[in-house]
């Protein structure tokens, strides 16, 4: 779980650690003979831990979070509180808790939809129907989801609508969303009819403010221009689909991250549908293929503090 250094939630409490500390230094304060040495150790523990747990508890605060509801759906929430969703199928079959997360969802400000099938588009409906989420897809999509899957038109809004190449600033400037080609297809389809043209299908570069840059893959497979990614801005984080069959397996994602280079990789978009790629594989591949970048294999309703 602790294979590199993104701290988790439950990472925290040193401030009671400083405070056992401060005590001890009073103490040893009162014994004249050894205060030269204990002091000066002292003050180098209080240091360390009264430091560390100050950064640490005060950024935990304001810190980004994520978390990772199973296949490609992701809540993230900024420093601000702000929550931004990607792909939210919480109800999908990884997922045991899916219909509580559901539930528990109150504040919702933007759904980030990479492409209109129905393990993406997930429960974006019935979301923005409780929390008011405003949509951000490509125009083509956005128009196809109010017209078939009925997302509340007065939610769709011109400044969250782009498409490839085009960046949207959210929130104050808090967010940046580029939008990133992907290799797949698109199209919406409720009730099993002939399916609609849902533009075409895409990925996301999320840049938080004092925060991490975030690549979401969306369903692709490998492409060359995913190189060109990491020439506008440094990636931090990178949510690759591995599954195969529907999109890059193992070891095209692991050529995907190279071309990317991103500090630490997160797999996705496995585990469903019989898909036959695994994050074993991948860090298989990972290995093997001498990629730099951390992998970090996330449980289902798992929260990293970025
Ligand atoms: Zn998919």
């Known amino acids: 779980m602790h294979s590199y250094c993104l701290p988790t939630v439950s990472e925290r409490g040193w401030g009671i650690q400083a405070e056992v500390e401060m005590k001890n230094l009073k103490w040893m304060l009162a014994k004249p003979l050894i205060v030269g040495v204990a002091l000066s150790v002292l003050i180098m523990f209080v240091t360390v831990l009264g430091l560390g747990g100050t950064s640490s508890s005060a950024q935990s605060s304001h810190k980004t979070q994520l978390l990772w509801y199973g296949q490609s759906a992701f809540k993230l929430t900024t420093p601000s509180g702000k929550v931004l969703l990607i ?68 939610l769709v809004e011109f400044d969250t609508q782009g498409n490839f190449g085009g960046e949207l600033t959210l929130l104050n400037n808090e967010v940046k969303v580029t939008f990133i080609p992907a290799v797949h297809s698109s199209s919406v389809s409720s009730d099993g009819s002939p399916a609609i043209y849902a533009g075409n299908p895409g990925g996301f570069l999320i840049s938080v403010k004092n ?82 970048s951390r992998l970090r294999v996330m449980k289902v309703d798992e929260t990293l503090n970025l």
């Open 87 to 154: 792909d939210p199928w919480l109800t999908n079959p990884v997922n045991p808790n899916g219909k509580a997360d559901l539930a528990n969802l109150n504040r919702v400000d933007f759904i980030l939809v990479t492409h209109g099938h129905s393990d993406h588009v997930g429960d974006a409906v019935e979301i923005a129907n409780k929390t008011k989420a405003k949509l951000v897809t490509t125009y083509d999509l956005g128009l196809a989801m109010v017209a078939y899957n009925k997302y509340p038109k007065e």
């Open 211 to 292: 925060g991490p840059v975030i690549y979401h893959t969306g369903d692709t497979d490998l492409f060359g221009d995913m190189a060109l990614i990491p020439k506008f801005r440094k990636v931090s984080l990178m949510l690759a689909c591995i599954g195969g069959k529907f999109t890059m397996g193992p070891q095209r994602a692991a050529e995907a991250v190279k071309l990317v280079n991103p500090t630490t990789v997160i797999p996705m978009h496995y585990g469903t549908f019989n898909l036959p790629g695994t994050p074993q594989q991948f860090a298989q591949e990972l290995k093997s293929q001498g990629v730099k």
